[in-house]
């Protein structure tokens, strides 16, 4: 029986930091101990070959260009495993994620993205069962997508969102079904699943260049701080709105900004505040005007698959009105029907 052969890409993160008098930082023999803790699960385990940044990411520091590198790591290697792990740090794991999800549409292995909340040479760590999990969900054929695995559950990577900085259940996806739940053994739910596509459809432009901003509608924001915002001229915004998509309208200045801003290249994607749900712009009056305005919703997607998506598509080159169109199509499982 063919021993599937995966590659372990660490980034960084908690999962291979030490204490230090100054605080957590990179261990400086991350390799050895990954040998130890993981030396007794050999005959359990795929084979696996350790890629090691020379200079781990602090994921709160990751940036799109960040996303890119991993990306197109992934890509140089692809032909040469059968899966593929991600060590990454927690703070920005759902961005990377779903940046992944966008380059490499099209997989037919998995890629799945873990680290922990307690680094691996704790007495008392997360690291060694999510890296164990990650590993054995690598090596299997069901699986043709980028994942979460984080503390017994397995979520789809455009999907995930971090819920918590203290619990060891750091993330969940709010709006989909988990893939899969560890139990005694591990039940993937296939019907969740994305389908193995006939052929790779990797896109890994050169990210970097775009400028996108979230702006989070609160009571009483005066007008001026958005308008500063929109002065910045960003390729897109996202309006984090109430409810179902309603922000503000008794001020008509608010919606001309807005218009104008749509009118001059700027893309609006409206999302909701609220973790669960979907927005659907217009349900309410309150609403309504903001379509006029030129601003599309986001519908169940995460914020950090909107951010991602938007970099993506400006990344590839299109025009506004091609990535208002675009950004409303299902790339790769981020989106409900």
């Given at each position: 029986?063919?021993?599937?052969?995966?590659?372990?890409?660490?980034?960084?993160?908690?999962?291979?930091?030490?204490?230090?008098?100054?605080?957590?930082?990179?261990?400086?023999?991350?390799?050895?101990?990954?040998?130890?803790?993981?030396?007794?699960?050999?005959?359990?385990?795929?084979?696996?070959?350790?890629?090691?940044?020379?200079?781990?990411?602090?994921?709160?520091?990751?940036?799109?260009?960040?996303?890119?590198?991993?990306?197109?790591?992934?890509?140089?290697r692809y032909d040469d495993y059968d899966g593929?792990?991600?060590?990454?740090?927690?703070?920005?794991?759902?961005?990377?994620?779903?940046?992944?999800?966008?380059?490499?549409?099209?997989?037919?292995?998995?890629?799945?993205?873990?680290?922990s909340q307690i680094p691996l040479e704790a007495?008392?760590?997360?690291?060694?069962?999510?890296?164990?999990?990650?590993?054995?969900?690598?090596?299997?054929?069901?699986?043709?997508?980028?994942?979460?695995?984080?503390?017994?559950?397995?979520?789809?990577?455009?999907?995930?969102?971090?819920?918590?900085?203290?619990?060891?259940?750091?993330?969940?996806?709010?709006?989909?079904?988990?893939?899969?739940?560890?139990?005694?053994?591990?039940?993937?739910?296939?019907?969740?699943?994305?389908?193995?596509?006939?052929?790779?459809?990797?896109?890994?432009?050169?990210?970097?260049?775009?400028?996108?901003?979230?702006?989070?509608?609160?009571?009483?924001?005066?007008?001026?701080?958005?308008?500063?915002?929109?002065?910045?001229?960003?390729?897109?915004?996202?309006?984090?709105?109430?409810?179902?998509?309603?922000?503000?309208?008794?001020?008509?200045?608010?919606?001309?900004?807005?218009?104008?801003?749509?009118e001059q290249g700027t893309v609006l994607v409206?999302?909701?505040?609220?973790?669960?749900?979907?927005?659907?712009?217009?349900?309410?009056?309150?609403?309504?005007?903001?379509?006029?305005?030129?601003?599309?919703?986001?519908?169940?997607?995460?914020?950090?698959?909107?951010?991602?998506?938007?970099?993506?598509?400006?990344?590839?080159?299109?025009?506004?009105?091609?990535?208002?169109?675009?950004?409303?199509?299902?790339?790769?499982?981020?989106?409900?029907?």
């Amino acid at each position: 029986m063919h021993r599937k052969h995966i590659c372990l890409i660490y980034t960084g993160g908690t999962i291979g930091m030490s204490k230090t008098p100054q605080g957590y930082a990179p261990m400086p023999h991350f390799d050895s101990l990954l040998a130890v803790r993981l030396g007794n699960k050999e005959g359990e385990l795929p084979h696996y070959t350790l890629h090691a940044y020379a200079t781990p990411i602090d994921s709160s520091n990751a940036t799109p260009a960040d996303w890119q590198h991993i990306a197109r790591d992934i890509a140089a290697r692809y032909d040469d495993y059968d899966g593929f792990v991600v060590l990454h740090g927690t703070d920005t794991m759902a961005y990377t994620a779903s940046a992944l999800s966008f380059m490499l549409q099209g997989l037919r292995k998995p890629v799945i993205v873990t680290g922990s909340q307690i680094p691996l040479e704790a007495v008392r760590t997360d690291a060694a069962q999510n890296l164990v999990a990650a590993l054995q969900l690598a090596a299997e054929d069901a699986i043709s997508e980028v994942a979460i695995y984080f503390n017994q559950r397995l979520l789809r990577g455009n999907r995930a969102t971090k819920v918590s900085t203290e619990h060891l259940q750091a993330f969940d996806s709010p709006n989909y079904p988990w893939l899969g739940e560890q139990r005694i053994a591990m039940k993937l739910q296939h019907q969740y699943l994305l389908p193995r596509a006939d052929r790779e459809n990797f896109e890994l432009p050169d990210y970097g260049q775009t400028i996108v901003l979230p702006l989070r509608f609160v009571p009483g924001m005066p007008l001026a701080a958005v308008q500063a915002m929109l002065d910045l001229r960003p390729h897109a915004v996202i309006l984090q709105c109430y409810g179902a998509g309603n922000a503000p309208d008794r001020d008509p200045a608010l919606l001309e900004m807005l218009t104008r801003a749509s009118e001059q290249g700027t893309v609006l994607v409206a999302c909701s505040q609220a973790l669960h749900g979907s927005v659907t712009i217009g349900t309410y009056a309150a609403g309504a005007q903001m379509l006029a305005a030129g601003v599309i919703g986001a519908r169940d997607m995460t914020f950090e698959a909107i951010f991602a998506k938007l970099h993506h598509l400006f990344a590839l080159g299109h025009a506004p009105d091609v990535v208002r169109r675009e950004f409303l199509r299902d790339l790769s499982g981020e989106i409900g029907a």
